[in-house]
């Protein structure tokens, strides 16, 4: 089975989806009709601008999605049998099976970034990698620290991200070496995503969801919160509002795909993250790239 896979936030690169734009009319309308919906010409950062500019988690967060879902709709024989799609990738993802229409998938981005922007400003919040432990460890180490920290991308096995307050997860990480982590090292993001830190964005986000119409998918969406093939509409849209808060779950996602069957994932995006972190959960899978 086919199982297309959407990368999220950190796949950025300055020059991504300027081939599309150039060499296919339906790309170069899509990316027109995104700059309008936008309010600003998001192609002219992405294809030009500096990676500071590219930074902004308003102009991330559109732009990873923009180039996954402009690129699934110019590929040949796009037939997807299940989809999946890590944190922010999850909405190109539901846009790639029929779930959400290419506008109202840009809007919910647009309006996610700004909400989890202003969830960021609130109080100072950050997210750590911490490398080489068992997940229960560290879910373990999260759970003694005083302050709000927990486990957010269950990446691969022995690759986890921690989030929450900023001097919780500075705690945290000290504590993650002593119990024999070979790194734990804080990342270069805006905050605390998928912790309690977003529930402000949550509550923001959730309304805008509520009000927008999900269609039934063509094929199941294994998402974030449940690690499980889901196929109803209303469900979806419930995970969906859950997710900011809660892990990613992308290990046992992909892990779920493979015993549902899936036998080739296609990562559709910028980078080749998530072929990677693939090729760590199950050393068995067959990945490409788009």
């Known amino acids: 089975m086919k199982a297309y896979v959407f990368p999220g936030q950190g796949a950025q690169f300055i020059g991504m989806g300027k081939d599309l734009y150039e060499n296919s009319e339906l790309a170069k309308s899509l990316f027109e009709k995104a700059n309008e919906i936008l309010g600003f010409r998001i192609t002219d950062i992405m294809f030009e601008g500096t990676s500071e500019e590219l930074k902004e988690t308003k102009v991330t967060q559109p732009a990873v999605f923009l180039h996954s879902v402009i690129l699934a709709k110019t590929l040949e024989n796009f037939k997807p049998e299940m989809v999946a799609g ?38 100072p919040s950050t997210m750590a990698a911490v490398i080489g432990l068992a997940d229960n460890i560290v879910e373990e180490v999260c759970a003694s620290i005083d302050g709000i920290v927990v486990a ?20 945290a990480c000290e504590a993650m070496k002593a119990a024999g982590a070979k790194r734990a090292l804080l990342l270069p993001v805006g905050g605390g995503f998928h912790s309690p830190m977003m529930e402000p964005a949550r509550e923001e986000l959730a309304a805008a969801i509520e009000a927008t119409t999900f269609s039934s998918p063509i094929c199941p969406v294994y998402q974030n919160v449940t690690a499980t093939a889901v196929s109803d509409a209303n469900e979806i849209k419930k995970n969906l509002i859950i997710q900011l808060t809660a892990p990613v779950r992308w290990t046992q996602s992909v892990q779920q795909m493979i015993a549902d069957g899936a036998t080739l994932f296609t990562e559709v995006g910028p980078g080749k993250v998530l072929a990677g972190l693939i090729g760590k959960i199950d050393r068995e899978a067959v990945t490409a790239n788009a």
């Open 86 to 123: 890590h944190s922010l990738g999850e909405f190109s993802a539901l846009v790639a099976n029929g779930v959400l229409s290419f506008e109202d998938g840009l809007q919910l981005v647009s309006k996610r970034a700004l909400a989890m922007q202003k969830a960021c400003e609130i109080k």
């Open 152 to 171: 957010a991308n269950y990446n691969c096995p022995g690759q986890l991200v921690i989030s929450g307050e900023t001097s919780a997860v500075e705690k």
